[in-house]
């Protein structure tokens, strides 16, 4: 009975940590004394604490990331950790990155993006473009324009692009979108897309409104000169030249209306001052001549007085008067 127990107490003590106990899918049947695979796991399987996990079914290599499950590397046409999503269909060879699912090998014809999910413009001749811009390889087809081939070219417009500019525009050039004239009107044509004549302006009209630009024809008048004059009162409107020559003349004669008032301004103040000059001279001669006259006059008088005096009677013969005879 000792010998027995001696025996069962061994056995434990031996294989504890390598054989008894471990899970089959433990590498080399070790484990410890809890279970865990110390040596990792058999190919095809995965997970702590026993391996007790199967690998994905589409990893490349039949073993897999012990701690979590995720493949290495994955068979060809799928991609993700554990290669369980399929590479686009549209990648060439189906062949793309595993971890961001791109594709690698460039995109099947009249595909482009990382993973080829979008289509090159039909009008790309040969439908082909480059994976990456798009950019069509060998041009667009007719009537289309563009890197891309994605607009219509400089003389067609519409969804289709299969209407075609006004020939009215200017170089016959339009909008894609909406037909207007982007250049504007040939000669003598007007609107957002030129399909509008000018009346009779013989120098055009506005692109816009068809307003004439220059004069008009003898006989006719209004903004459109699409009016006629009553016979009888037409008056010819000077052209161009004409006009510019009329306006040389007033612009003359107004200088030389200015010239002349000036003129006569500056004569009538040259006068004044003239006249102003000379009676101020004359005042001042009239000054010096009265002054010393009153003097000579007085001296004048003084003389007569005295000669008064002495041809007057005497003091004398007031005070006797004539003697009488007795």
Known sequence: ??????????????????????????????????????????????GPPACNFKCPVDCKEPNCIMYSGHCNSCKYGYWGDTCSSL??????????????????????????????????????????????????FNGCVQNYAGSQC????????????????????????????????????????????????????????????????GDCPVGKFGVFCDKTCNQGKQSPVPNTENRSSLYVVIIALCISLLINIFTIIWIFRNKACKRQDVNQEKKKDTDSISIPGIYDTAEENAGYQELGQLSGPSHYDHLHGPATDK
């Open 150 to 213: 994605d607009e219509c070219d400089s003389n067609h417009y519409g969804s289709s692009c299969s209407l075609e500019c006004n020939h009215n525009c200017e170089n016959s050039t339009c909008n894609g979108t909406t037909g207007l004239c982007t250049l504007g009107c040939k000669r003598s044509f007007y609107g957002y897309k030129c399909d509008r004549q000018c009346t009779c302006c013989p120098s055009g009209c506005d692109r816009l409104t068809g307003r004439c630009n």
């Open 1 to 46: 009975m000792g010998v027995t127990k001696t025996y069962i107490a061994l056995s434990l003590l031996f294989c504890q940590g390598v054989t008894y106990g471990c899970e089959t899918t433990c590498r080399n049947n070790v484990c410890d004394g809890v279970g865990n695979c110390t040596d990792g796991c058999v190919d095809g399987y995965w």
């Open 87 to 136: 590479c686009p269909i549209n990648c060439i060879g189906r062949v793309c990155d595993k971890s961001s699912g791109t594709c690698t090998q460039g995109c099947t014809s009249g595909r482009y993006g990382d993973t080829c999910n979008r289509t090159c413009s039909p009008w790309c001749v040969g439908g082909k473009c480059d994976k990456q811009s798009a950019t069509c």
